[in-house]
């Protein structure tokens, strides 16, 4: 399992301005390009909140209020982070487990994120129970979709998976491009868009799986 540690306590705001971006200094190498990108984060409910992400090499930062014209965004909601902080304390499901292939750990290194940039689109992505008694989703937003305002409704394309599907996927046992063509993946919208941002992630998962 990657060195990923949730500590005790974490609420949504520290999440996302403290413990991410300290995960991100300690698991991206000094030698990562350099380039900047600007995340703008918005995480509806009671607990949620927006901020702006900056991101160049190594170094992360959050601070509160959403940028506009981001290099993307990306929106869930409280219920979701909480879920995910229950699991991250528990037994880590959600929490990838594979080994990282060319030096990447963490989705946020620049390397990854030059390549996503480059989609243009929303998409959602979503995770059921095993029992379909909850669903979880995050949506993101690149190139043309980013120059507008976060708008997590009717995304270009939404991929749909149950979590033991998940799980397979953060244990590199199944590439985020052969997850869209697996039976218990549900997609419907933009296929070219899930495809491209699956095929844009998928140099940094094991090979010979």
Same mark, same amino acid.
Request: hydrophobic share 45%; proline share 8%; aromatic share 6%.
């Given at each position: 399992?990657?060195?990923?540690?949730?500590?005790?306590?974490?609420?949504?705001?520290?999440?996302?301005?403290? @413990?991410?971006? %300290?995960?991100?200094?300690?698991?991206?190498?000094?030698?990562?390009?350099?380039?900047?990108?600007?995340?703008?984060? &918005?995480?509806?409910?009671?607990?949620?909140?927006?901020?702006?992400?900056?991101?160049?090499?190594?170094?992360?930062?959050?601070? *509160?209020?959403?940028?506009?014209?981001?290099?993307?965004?990306?929106?869930?909601?409280?219920?979701?982070? $909480?879920?995910?902080?229950?699991?991250?304390?528990?037994?880590?499901?959600?929490?990838?487990?594979?080994?990282?292939? =060319?030096? +990447?750990?963490?989705?946020?290194?620049?390397? !990854?994120?030059?390549? @996503? *940039?480059? *989609?243009? =689109?929303?998409?959602?992505?979503? +995770? &059921?129970?095993?029992?379909?008694?909850?669903?979880? *989703?995050? @949506?993101?937003?690149?190139?043309? $979709?980013? &120059?507008?305002?976060?708008?997590?409704? %009717?995304?270009?394309? !939404?991929?749909?998976?149950?979590?033991?599907?998940?799980?397979?996927?953060?244990?590199?046992?199944? =590439?985020?491009?052969?997850?869209?063509?697996?039976?218990?993946?549900?997609?419907? =919208?933009?296929?070219?868009?899930?495809?491209?941002?699956?095929?844009? @992630?998928?140099?940094?998962?094991?090979?010979?799986?």
């Amino acid at each position: 399992m990657l060195p990923i540690e949730i500590p005790p306590g974490t609420t949504v705001e520290s999440l996302v301005t403290e @413990v991410v971006p %300290d995960l991100h200094a300690r698991m991206v190498p000094a030698d990562a390009p350099g380039d900047a990108y600007t995340v703008a984060v &918005r995480i509806d409910g009671a607990d949620g909140g927006d901020w702006t992400v900056r991101i160049r090499g190594r170094e992360m930062t959050a601070q *509160a209020g959403e940028a506009e014209k981001p290099t993307l965004w990306m929106h869930t909601t409280d219920v979701a982070v $909480a879920r995910f902080l229950e699991d991250a304390a528990g037994p880590k499901r959600l929490i990838p487990k594979f080994a990282p292939v =060319g030096g +990447v750990a963490v989705m946020s290194d620049p390397r !990854v994120l030059k390549r @996503v *940039a480059m *989609a243009s =689109g929303r998409i959602e992505l979503a +995770v &059921r129970d095993d029992d379909a008694a909850e669903r979880f *989703a995050m @949506v993101f937003g690149f190139g043309d $979709a980013a &120059r507008k305002p976060i708008d997590p409704e %009717d995304a270009d394309v !939404v991929v749909e998976a149950r979590l033991t599907t998940l799980e397979r996927v953060l244990r590199g046992e199944l =590439g985020p491009e052969e997850a869209l063509a697996d039976g218990d993946v549900k997609l419907r =919208g933009n296929r070219f868009l899930a495809m491209q941002l699956a095929l844009a @992630v998928a140099p940094f998962y094991p090979a010979g799986r």
